[in-house]
């Protein structure tokens, strides 16, 4: 079993940053591939990040492309994700996610609980 933990969320403006972290613990495997969704109330869990095992290739949801950056740590178990540039429409509880595979779909195997993102306009 692998057990994530997601921590960073918070309230911001419009505008602002805020950097979410994701630390794995457990059956690590530094081979895991880690994503990034985001589910909005009433709205479905759409995908936002990816990151490979080796952080060689990353993907992006054309939503928040060239405003978050997905990086990870393999030492220290943790994936990241860099928010700038931040839009009320990015409000949303912003769940991590391990798998041996990159899919775009949110058929992950090992999910976090969840941190909450609020962009104030």
């Known amino acids: 079993q692998v057990q994530l933990v997601e921590s960073g969320g918070g309230l911001v403006q419009a505008g602002g940053s805020l950097r979410l972290s994701c630390a794995a613990s457990?059956?690590?495997?530094?081979?895991?591939?880690m994503v990034w969704f985001r589910q909005a109330p009433g709205k479905e869990r759409d995908f936002v990040a990816a990151?490979?095992?080796?952080?060689?290739?990353?993907f992006y949801a054309d939503s928040v492309k060239g405003r978050f950056t997905i990086s990870r740590d393999n030492a220290k178990n943790t994936v990241y994700l860099q928010m700038n540039s931040l839009k009320p429409e990015d409000t949303a509880v912003y769940y991590c996610?391990?798998?041996?595979?990159?899919?775009?779909?949110?058929?992950?195997?090992?999910w976090g609980q969840g941190t909450q993102v609020t962009v104030s306009s």
């Open positions: 996610a391990a798998g041996l595979v990159v899919v775009f779909a949110p058929n992950y195997d090992y």
């Open positions: 457990g059956r690590t495997r530094s081979s895991y591939a």
């Open positions: 990151i490979n095992w080796s952080g060689e290739r990353t």
